[in-house]
Nanobody, 121 residues
Framework: VQLVESGGGLVQAGDSLRLSCAAS????????MGWFRQAARKEREFVAA???????TDYADSVKGRFTISRDNDKTVYLQMNSLNPEDTAVYYC????????????????WGQGTQVTVSS
């Protein structure tokens, strides 16, 4: 499975962005999907995950209530990010896992190349 993220950019604090992750295969539907991020000089951290069906989601406490993960039947997963703040600045990665709602990066088999999100104060 190949994953390609898009939608990153430079925004101001309080703005919104929507990231997209396009998968190469229809077997995408059998993978749990997740978003992770990695800020400069920090380890990669879990942001959000969604189940195979899209009915269940999980979020890191730092983004709960501001970010929303979703997926459609056309091989795309999204991350809607509202009320962005400078602490959200990072490279954002989408990933695919054979399991659902995993929060550990080690449980994800396939990764995109990442998209930069920069939030200015």
């Amino acid at each position: 499975v190949q994953l390609v993220e898009s939608g990153g950019g430079l925004v101001q604090a309080g703005d919104s962005l929507r990231l997209s992750c396009a998968a190469s295969e229809r077997t995408f539907r059998s993978y749990g999907m997740g978003w992770f991020r990695q800020a400069a000089r920090k380890e990669r951290e879990f942001v959000a995950a969604i189940s195979w069906s899209g009915d269940s989601t999980d979020y890191a406490d730092s983004v709960k209530g501001r970010f929303t993960i979703s997926r459609d039947n056309d091989k795309t997963v999204y991350l809607q990010m509202n009320s962005l703040n400078p602490e959200d600045t990072a490279v954002y990665y989408c990933a695919a896992s054979p399991w659902e709602l995993e929060t550990s990066a080690y449980q994800y088999e396939f990764w995109g190349q990442g998209t930069q999100v920069t939030v200015s104060s």
